[in-house]
């Protein structure tokens, strides 16, 4: 192994410890290359973690060796590494998260070998109230991205109707994701039913393409699960600008609504991201000024027949 080198960012110098390991087995690009991506989509990492408890996906040896789901920051952290304490009723324990607030953080934790961040959708401020509703779609096995396509020219239409201002981005797999801000004035609870009240409006729209149906038996081959419980407390999926844990260093990418007929998930690693970060921006920069009225959602939810196969809360 080569070195350590040492990272300097926002006053801070961050010793990066094997920097030549490979980490993406595709084309070779190591610790250090991806530390250097998440310095190039700096603003845009952060805006997607910050002041959100956020789980570390940690992969040691690299994306093809084993991965570490870390909840509880690691033991022998910097002091000025920001942490949030939540608690996790099913089993009565509390664990203190990474709560990132620059990019000094992100790059402590590439060190630490994360490769994806996935965050609450709350803020340390409530940890139990949340600010995002999440729209999760995920294709069945077999299901290619043009289906994908079709049931988010569905939803984008929903959201419209509704008023809601919705930012798309790319799974970073075979899916994709579209995150709305609310007020932060609703439980897990009815943020989810709120997420199911969408989920079956986008269905009844497109029924040969979109399924709600919780059990996997029950849902047919060739459709799009709108995974309506990714709302649910404790529930996190890969940020916006999260590098995912394949072979090509595929990444989570915001897209331009436009964007989506003419997209391809592969189209988005460490490679290619931070020359498109440079040219178009950061997409979800205005997120935080577009903040959705959720209650009349709720109200759909209201006027809908009971969930018979909605799982437990957990």
Known sequence: MTEAAEIEVDGRTVRLTNPGRVYFSARGETKLDLAHYYLAVADGIVRALRDRPCMMHRFPTGTDGEKVHQKRLPKGAPDWVP?????????????????????????????????????????????????????????????????????????????????????????????????????????FTEVRRAALAFAREVERRAPDLVTTAWWRKDREPGTVFLDWNQNTRDHTIASAYSVRGTPEARVSAPLRWDEIDDAEPGDFTIATMPARYAEVGELHATIDDEVFDLRALLDRADRDDGVPDEPPEV
């Not at 139990?128 to 939803?155: H, K, L, Q, S």
């Open 83 to 187: 942490t949030v304490r939540v608690h996790f009723p099913r089993y009565n324990r509390t664990a203190d998260e990474l709560c990132v607030a620059s990019p000094a953080d992100v790059i402590w934790a590439v060190q630490m070998s994360t490769v994806e961040f996935h965050p609450w959708n709350t803020r340390a401020t409530d940890v139990e109230t949340p600010d995002e509703w999440r729209i999760d779609f995920d294709p069945m096995p077999g299901v290619e991205f043009p289906t994908i396509r079709r049931v988010a020219a569905v939803a984008h239409e929903v959201l419209d109707e509704l008023g809601a201002v919705g930012f798309p981005k790319t799974s970073g797999g075979k899916g994709l994701h579209v995150y709305v801000r609310i007020r932060p004035e609703h439980s």
